[in-house]
């Protein structure tokens, strides 16, 4: 979409999609007792194949904005699906092990996109990057359909907004522990749409290289996941591990407002590297926490864990927006790792789980 709108219309657009999401996982619990979990994954799965072809070949901003919107608030409740799937599969003595797992499954076309889209975008060719996206989707909707087409609905409660917010605020823990995932989810909101726009706008970097920087960047998710998710589960909980991730997020990120812009690519890459081992390191062990105080019949909870994401891009945007307007760009990188800091108070006072 970026060829269409600028950078402050993007965040506009990822606010609306976050909003829709929100409304979406609030319904999802009454749609999974009509559908069922497994059928709901496979037909929403679908769609995004669709709205990826769309994105891909029309050139009609009109069609193209809802499309997109669509398919924002569409990754939320997919999300939501596979968790309730794995949550079936797993124990609490061995959550961090698969979660981090499951992560880094997920992970590995993320680590590989980047580079890939650096590769496809010599010519500006935007449509072989949703076309290829929804090829991607095809592989996920077989391993759905051989793994899970006999899967057993548990009784789904559920999700009004405020009900559940209250309802999630007296378990302490978890409130605590979804309040440091919003906050990493509102970390990802900033970084994703205003890092590449910084690195090519800004430090000139063209998208070959911003490609390969990005892949270097998040093969953190990949090396650090699972056995992190298998120390908190063997050796040390999570709490020790998550307030680690933060402070090296808050520090990182922060550092990248001082890199000068005639640094070479690899400094870029390192910093990026080092903000994302922070970032995998909050991510499994806020899944790895959550997921041992819940289980597959608390869809209520989990869609509002769920909900992290897309309040989080709703308020980030605009909190960014209102960020470039007070200071220039290159500091919303040390106003990010500020935030960041905040979310201390809360994992300090989580009880851990070892």
């Known amino acids: 979409m970026g060829q269409f709108l600028d950078e402050k219309n993007i965040g506009i657009l990822y606010t609306i999609g976050s909003i829709l999401a929100i409304i979406c996982l609030t319904f999802t619990p009454k749609l999974l007792r009509k559908i069922g979990n497994y059928q709901m994954i496979i037909g929403l799965s679908l769609i995004n194949i669709i709205s990826l072809i769309i994105l891909a070949f029309n050139k009609n901003t009109y069609i193209l904005i809802p499309t997109f919107i669509i398919y924002l608030a569409l990754y939320s409740i997919i999300y939501l699906n596979s968790d309730i799937l794995l949550e079936n599969q797993s124990s609490d003595s061995n959550t961090g092990n698969i979660r ?14 980047p580079f890939i889209v650096g590769l496809l975008l010599t010519n500006g060719d935007y449509w072989k990057v949703y076309g290829l996206a929804s090829l991607a989707i095809f592989p996920f909707i077989i391993l759905m359909s051989i793994f899970f087409r006999k899967f057993k609905d548990p ?5 009004p907004f405020l009900k559940t917010f209250k309802k999630l605020k007296r378990q302490k823990n978890i409130y605590r522990i979804f309040i440091v995932r919003t906050f990493l989810q509102l970390f990802y909101s900033w970084m994703v749409i205003y890092t590449p726009i ?7 970097l ?4 911003i490609g390969t920087i990005f892949s270097i960047m998040l093969l953190p998710f990949l090396l650090f996941q699972i056995p992190l998710g298998i120390l908190a589960d063997k050796r040390f909980g999570e709490k020790e591990i998550l307030n680690s991730g933060l402070i090296l997020i808050a520090i990182t990120t922060s550092i990248l407002s001082f890199v000068s812009p005639n640094s070479t690519w690899w400094t870029w890459a390192i910093i990026l590297f080092l903000t994302r081992t922070g970032a995998s390191t909050v991510e499994i062990m806020t899944e790895s926490y959550f997921f041992k105080k819940v289980d597959e019949k608390d869809a209520d909870i989990i869609s509002f864990f769920r909900m992290a994401r897309p309040i989080a891009y709703v308020f980030g945007p605009a909190l960014a927006s209102l960020t470039i307007f007070l200071v220039s760009f290159q500091y919303i990188f040390l106003v990010l790792g500020v935030i960041m800091l905040l979310s201390l108070r809360y994992s300090l006072a989580i009880k851990d789980t070892r």
């Open 100 to 113: 981090g797992l499951y992560l880094s499954i997920s992970n590995i076309a993320w680590v590989a996109s």
């Open 206 to 209: 063209d998208w070959k290289i």
């Open 155 to 159: 009784i789904y409660m559920d999700t």
């Open 198 to 204: 910084y690195l090519h706008k800004y430090i000139g």
